[in-house]
């Protein structure tokens, strides 16, 4: 068959490198993958892979599954029933990478000492669960005045965990 048809295509040069490098292994060219992977489509009759959406009720969040129920479970461990936990910033940004994990705790306790020992406990089980990873806590007591900025970074943009 005649090679006539041109796809021109723009992606991320790290994803290029990375790919040719393992194409390489594999004896293939860019060109000759393409090929391969279009062939598959007509074979198929679709992609030659799933490609599902997400069930409803998954956060778009960017931590995986296994760290999200250790955060929820050390959490419910060590704060009350009716306490919210929130995670905001980059995390819940999809289209950022890396970052620290930034955390809001809204708690009904009253003593700030007991709230603070019991997010130090929640901290050092999430370490023994989640290895070490830059986690940043807000820690809010009902009486605790607000902080303006905070609190609306937190509203705006915060997923509810628990």
Same mark, same amino acid.
């Given at each position: 068959?005649?090679?006539?048809?041109?796809?021109?295509?723009?992606?991320?040069?790290?994803?290029?490198?990375?790919?040719?490098?393992?194409? =390489?292994?594999?004896? @293939?060219?860019?060109? !000759?993958? *393409?090929?391969?992977?279009?062939?598959?489509?007509?074979? &198929?009759? $679709?992609?030659?892979?799933?490609?599902?959406?997400?069930?409803?009720?998954?956060?778009?969040?960017?931590?995986?599954?296994?760290?999200?129920?250790?955060?929820?479970?050390?959490? =419910?461990?060590?704060? @009350?029933?009716?306490? !919210?936990? *929130?995670?905001?910033?980059?995390?819940?940004?999809?289209? &950022?990478? $890396?970052?620290?994990?930034?955390?809001?705790?809204?708690?009904?306790?009253?003593?700030?000492?007991?709230?603070?020992?019991?997010?130090?406990?929640?901290?050092?089980?999430?370490?023994?669960?989640?290895?070490?990873?830059?986690?940043?806590?807000?820690?809010?007591?009902?009486?605790?005045?607000?902080?303006?900025?905070?609190?609306?970074?937190?509203?705006?943009?915060?997923?509810?965990?628990?």
């Amino acid at each position: 068959m005649n090679k006539d048809a041109l796809i021109h295509t723009r992606i991320e040069h790290l994803l290029k490198i990375e790919a040719e490098k393992i194409l =390489a292994q594999l004896g @293939l060219t860019s060109a !000759e993958a *393409i090929r391969l992977f279009y062939k598959q489509i007509c074979l &198929k009759n $679709g992609l030659p892979f799933d490609c599902i959406l997400p069930k409803k009720n998954h956060l778009a969040v960017r931590l995986p599954d296994h760290v999200l129920s250790s955060i929820v479970q050390s959490f =419910a461990k060590w704060f @009350l029933k009716n306490d !919210e936990l *929130i995670l905001f910033g980059s995390r819940v940004n999809l289209s &950022k990478s $890396g970052g620290d994990i930034d955390l809001c705790i809204k708690t009904d306790l009253t003593d700030y000492k007991e709230a603070d020992e019991r997010k130090i406990l929640f901290l050092c089980d999430l370490k023994k669960t989640i290895g070490d990873q830059k986690i940043d806590i807000v820690l809010r007591l009902k009486v605790t005045p607000l902080n303006e900025h905070i609190d609306r970074i937190i509203s705006q943009e915060g997923v509810k965990l628990a």
